[in-house]
């Protein structure tokens, strides 16, 4: 079986900062892409950071000069950075990640748990 298990979320003051790790346990063959979601209260849940498995990143534009994704593949883990944190940012933040596990020849998509991240003002 294979999980995706968050950590790193918490409450911090705007203009703060957050490193929020995930990190893929299981028998795991290979991982493509890894992502960060979020979703605030009432709203659909949105992509915040991508990182292909060469390490090219990309982001919303909302996040784009404030968050770093990152990941260690030694670790099958990836991270995320947040630095100078909005209220606009409280959210759950949910890892997402394409991978392979298994006896299964393909890629297949998984979620984490989420981890909740609250920005006060």
């Known amino acids: 079986q294979v999980r995706l298990v968050e950590s790193g979320g918490g409450l911090v003051q705007a203009g703060g900062t957050l490193r929020l790790s995930c990190a893929a346990s299981?028998?795991?063959?290979?991982?493509?892409?890894m992502r960060w979601y979020r979703q605030a209260p009432g709203k659909q849940r949105e992509l915040v950071a991508t990182?292909?498995?060469?390490?090219?990143?990309n982001y919303a534009g909302s996040v784009k000069g404030r968050f770093t994704i990152s990941r260690d593949n030694a670790k099958n883990t990836v991270y995320l950075q947040m630095n100078n944190l909005e209220p606009e940012d409280t959210a759950v933040y949910y890892c997402?990640?394409?991978?392979?596990?298994?006896?299964?020849?393909?890629?297949?998509?998984?979620w984490g748990q989420g981890t909740q991240v609250t920005v006060s003002s």
């Open positions: 990182i292909t498995s060469g390490g090219s990143p």
């Open positions: 299981g028998t795991i063959s290979s991982i493509s892409a």
């Open positions: 997402n990640a394409d991978l392979i596990w298994g006896g299964v020849t393909f890629y297949r998509n998984y």
